[in-house]
């Protein structure tokens, strides 16, 4: 990334607001990575384009309504269709919003929809410590297009940050309807304007004539840190990690291939509740082959809805007697951003085990069976934070 480009002082504050008013209006930071939301029809297909998005907003009135926060831009350059973004964009995403962190009281990060969940679970384990909002949107069709998503996206966004900040304080989607948890969140749709679902937990708000936040779902406001400003980022993407879908046809060859080193961790998606073909012993001795290593193999379910519980059928099992563990009702998404994350801590393959199982940020609910209360409390969980079963 090639540095800022920030709009300071482009006009945001409306002249017609008495300065009483100014005070008490919320004062975010847009960080704006690309995506279709600011893309220009070129010849080559659609692209986004330098400065065109904010040139954009500056002519749409709502964006200046006083009831919105005061905004302020800063630019990837160059702006990415979001199928390039990866961890090396994720933290300048992270680095931007930790140094801009006391100055504004929450963020809008503006992304390409296509892997947008991919960064809004990479930035919920990143931003350690976070006690701001920090929202992420995007839009099936650009503004520039007279039938768009991205103005209510944008605006809805805005004024969640603006009315909510105070209490806000994780990482969320807000896209179409909803406000989600943003690891709780998978692309589902390439045509429908409701492209994002929360499968496995109800989303934190919906966006509707009114925007009402179910505040029982919302992880429980952090202390801000009295070192105004701190903020902790861990940098991700330094471990090998890899994600493999089960299908029957399977060779165990081929997932040998992926287990090989230098893989430390693998989010394996497997049918139903966790399962995959346990019959084959080629299968089970790679498996087998590979836990030994220390590689930590996480079971996710394909399906969208349910969790991967390894214990309840004896496929699911004989994964557990390999050295599979539980992944429950993660996104794949999610695992992969949680895996590259604890293996970026250092951590031991038996701890990353142990703590894949946990809820973190609100990743995943453990099933009550398994004895959650053996959880394990890292040194930045505050007490506060709630249970780890209840999202947290
Ligand atoms: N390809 C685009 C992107 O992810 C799609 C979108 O923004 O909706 O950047």
Redesign the pocket.
Known sequence: MRGDRRALGSGRVHPDVSSAAVTERAKILIVYT????G?RKAPEGYKPQKGHLQALLATIPYFEDPTLPRYEIVEFDPL????NIGPRHWLWVADTIRRNYATYDGFLVI??????SYTASALSFMLEDLAKPVVLT???VPLAETRNDAQHNLLAAMQVLGRHHERLTEVMVCFASHLFRGNRTTKVSVGSFD?FASPNFPPLGRIGIDIVIDWQRTLPARARRPDVGMLEVVELGNATVGVFRVFPGLKPKLLEAVLAPPVQGVVLECFGAGNAPTADPGFMEVLREATGRGVVIVAVTQPHRGSANLSLYATGRALLDVGVVSGYDMTTEAAAAKLFYLFEKGFTPTRVKRLVQQSLVGELTVPSRTGEGSAEVLPWQAADRGSPNTGR
């Open positions: 690309g995506g279709t939301i893309m990415l269709d979001s199928a992304h390409g929809t296509d892997t947008l995007g839009s099936q492209a």
